[in-house]
């Protein structure tokens, strides 16, 4: 069985290094042969044409009979519902299945063929995720305004400022939960964090 891997990571101070090797330890369980490594630190709001390693990737598994593609999570495929789609229809089309470890979900069955309920969960999937970032900014975007509105200021007192770095070390709790799918309000349960801290870190982390 002839394997790619693609990692994603969001910025600079996050590293994929984490997904690769675990995708690498499935590799090897499993027996395949992993004929590339794609890694690439690139905004999740970034249009897949924007994603060159992930551009490579595609053309490297269509051009060299590639198998299967293994991921970590159906976000580091794309922008939004679409896009991830697309990703997984040309992907499709070139008879080349997408494992995505974190669900274990599987898009092509051993004979090739589209798998039905896999397709189904990864539109649930993409979708939630979708809305779920959306609704966070607005409930961001309007927590902001009505403070404003109410003569208050945004943003951190003066001298004090803790960098995006700082608060994922300090929080690497939330994060360790969050990257494993985790929902938020299960993630405060484990984590006895609140809301506000771990909805900052799925920000921090999905950027």
């Known amino acids: 069985m002839k394997v790619v891997i693609y990692s994603r990571v969001s910025t600079n101070i996050q590293d994929f290094t984490r997904q690769t090797e675990e995708l690498k330890e499935y590799s090897e369980k499993m027996r395949f042969d992993v ?55 040309l992907l499709n089309e070139n008879k080349i299945s997408l494992f995505i470890k974190n669900y274990n979900i599987e898009t ?66 939330v994060v360790k939960l969050l990257k494993q799918g985790l929902s938020v309000r299960k993630t405060m349960k484990l984590t006895d964090k609140s809301s506000g801290t771990v909805q900052k870190m799925k920000r921090l982390i999905e950027m």
């Open 35 to 89: 004929f590339g490594v794609f890694e690439e630190k690139v905004s999740g709001g970034k249009k897949n044409e924007e994603r060159p390693e992930l551009m490579k990737m595609i053309d490297f598994v269509k051009s060299n009979e590639i198998d299967k593609v293994l991921c970590w999570e159906l976000s580091r495929l794309g922008r939004n519902t679409i896009e991830v789609l697309q990703t997984i229809n």
């Open 108 to 173: 092509l069955d051993d004979k090739g063929e589209v798998n039905p309920m896999s397709q189904f969960m990864i539109q649930i999937l993409t979708s939630v995720s979708e809305m779920e970032r959306t609704t966070i900014r607005q409930r961001i975007k309007s927590g902001y305004d009505s403070y404003r509105k109410r003569g208050g200021k945004v943003g951190r007192k003066d001298g004090y400022r803790k960098d995006s770095e700082e608060l994922l070390q300090e929080h690497k709790d």
